[in-house]
């Protein structure tokens, strides 16, 4: 004796199409590959040795410096638990918001935050009670208007996700950094947004990942 639902394969079929057009499942699918962009670019770049020291707390002394004198590449992979997007043409995006982009996923801007909002707990109303956050080295890396203070930059990796290209902007050092010395990166004057990206952005030499044995 059987018990259920049976659905013909026509019917599957006709879901699956329903699914290829719609939007909101489109604009899911992209959130999920840029998530897992990240997570496989944050693998290849984590510095194993620690050589940072990030500094949280007061909120105006906010920081990451070297710990150890820097000569090769450091590579800060941006990271944050919710990926937004908006999808009107000119709309401002939060002051902190990093642009990213899903090459095959025009019409669609997505960016990424160091803070989110969350339920606030019983009792609590303000702002601060209602938002949590990423303290990843990324997110605490200084910026100035005078490009020779800048020790880094950024570029972009691209990678792709699911035969869809995937574009994350990283920051990238461009010069030694000596001991104690924060982490820099260029602004320029009058720039809307935190994180302004050159026009034209370096890329980012891609790592080989190694083949998993069948």
Known sequence: ????????????????????GNSDWADDIATS??????????????????RLVLTVDPTAARSVRAKV?????????????VISFVKEA?????ESALPLQMLSHQGTQFYINPTWPVLA???????????????????????????????MMFKVATTNQGGAQVAIPVLVNCKDIQMHEPL?????????????L?????????KKRARKAA
């Open 121 to 151: 707990k019983p009792g609590k109303t303000d702002m601060a009670a209602a938002t949590q956050e990423f303290v990843i080295p990324f997110w605490l890396v200084g910026s100035s208007p005078e490009a020779a203070k800048a020790n």
């Open 1 to 20: 004796m059987r018990s259920g639902t049976e659905w013909a394969q026509e019917h599957i079929t006709e879901f699956c199409q329903d699914l290829s």
């Open 90 to 94: 000119g709309k401002q995006l939060p």
């Open 198 to 206: 050159p026009d034209n952005m370096e890329d980012l030499p891609s």
């Open 184 to 196: 820099i990166f260029y602004r320029p004057p009058g720039a809307k947004g935190k994180y302004h």
């Open 69 to 81: 004198k820097i000569t090769g590449t450091l590579v800060l992979v941006p990271v944050s638990k």
């Open 33 to 50: 590959r840029i998530k897992v962009a990240m997570h496989e670019l944050l693998s290849d770049h984590y510095d194993k040795k620690s």
